[in-house]
C-alpha cells in the first residue's frame, strides 16, 4: 500500500523568509500528487496537484511544488512567506489504477513568525 | 458554487448517546469520505462510500456506522460505543477519476460533556 511521508511535524519561519515543507511517497506506480492547506477549525483547501507534464505546478498563495519521480517527492515551497500563510499542511497522493482510494500525510504544521 | 456541506459546526455528545454528523453535496460526485481527525495524527478513514447503498469500512470504523440512501447525503452516526469520541471530523467528496482532488467540507467538532 502507499503510504505518505511528511518528514516535518513543525517548521517555524521567519516572515518573508523562504520555506520549503518536504514530502515522500512510498509508491513508484504512476501517481498524482496534491497540496492541501487547512486553518484552524476549517477543512483542507487545495493548494495545487501535479497530474502529469511540467514537474514544476504552481499553486495558490504563491506556492509551487516540484515533483521528483526518481527521489518520490513533492516538495512544496515558497519564496517568501506572511503571516497569513500559519496553517497546517497536508500532502496527499493517489494512484491511477486504484480507483479513488487517497493517501495522506500527517501534515505539517507550519509558523510564520513576525 | 458547489461544495460540501457539513453540520453542525459544533456538537456535544452526552455518555451513551448516539449523534449523527450531517455531510451534504452538490457537486454530482459518487464517492464519499469520513475522516477523524485528532492533534498531531492527520486523517483517519472512517468509512468511505462509492456508490449509492454502499459502503466499506475505513481504518478505525469501530464505533461509527453510516448509510448512504441518496448520491448527496452520507450522514455520519457516532455511537455510544465509541468511547473516544472528541475530535474534528471532516466529510470529502471525489469524482469519478484518481486525477482529481477530494473536496472537503468545513468540518464538525465533536466534544463530550
Known amino acids: 500500500a502507499q503510504s505518505v511521508t511528511q518528514l516535518d511535524s513543525q517548521v517555524p519561519v521567519f516572515e518573508e523568509a523562504p520555506v520549503e515543507l518536504r514530502c515522500n511517497y512510498s509508491s513508484s506506480v504512476s501517481v498524482y500528487l496534491f497540496w492541501y492547506v487547512q486553518y484552524p477549525n476549517q477543512g483542507l483547501q487545495l493548494l495545487l496537484k501535479y497530474l502529469s507534464g511540467s514537474t514544476l505546478v504552481k499553486g495558490i498563495n504563491g506556492f509551487e511544488a516540484e515533483f521528483n519521480k526518481s527521489q518520490t517527492s513533492f516538495h512544496l515551497r515558497k519564496p517568501s512567506v506572511h503571516i497569513s500563510d500559519t496553517a497546517e499542511y497536508f500532502c496527499?497522493?493517489?494512484?491511477?489504477?486504484?480507483?479513488?482510494?487517497?493517501?495522506f500525510g500527517t501534515g505539517t504544521s507550519l509558523t510564520v513568525i513576525p | 458554487d458547489g461544495g460540501i456541506t457539513q453540520s453542525p459546526k459544533y456538537l456535544f455528545r452526552k455518555e451513551g448517546q448516539n449523534v449523527t454528523l450531517s455531510c451534504e453535496q452538490n457537486l454530482n460526485h459518487d464517492a464519499m469520505y469520513w475522516y477523524r481527525q485528532d492533534p498531531g495524527q492527520g486523517l483517519r478513514l472512517i468509512y468511505y462510500s462509492q456508490i449509492v447503498n454502499d459502503f466499506q469500512k475505513g481504518d478505525i470504523a469501530e464505533g461509527y456506522s453510516v448509510s448512504r440512501e441518496k448520491k448527496e447525503s452520507f450522514p455520519l452516526t457516532v455511537t455510544s460505543a465509541q468511547k473516544n469520541p472528541t475530535a474534528f471530523y471532516l466529510c470529502?467528496?471525489?469524482?469519478?477519476?484518481?486525477?482529481?482532488?477530494?473536496?472537503f467540507g468545513d468540518g464538525t467538532r465533536l466534544s463530550i460533556l
Open positions: 496527499a497522493v493517489s494512484e491511477s489504477n486504484t480507483g479513488n482510494q487517497f493517501y
Open positions: 470529502a467528496s471525489h469524482g469519478e477519476t484518481a486525477n482529481q482532488p477530494q473536496h
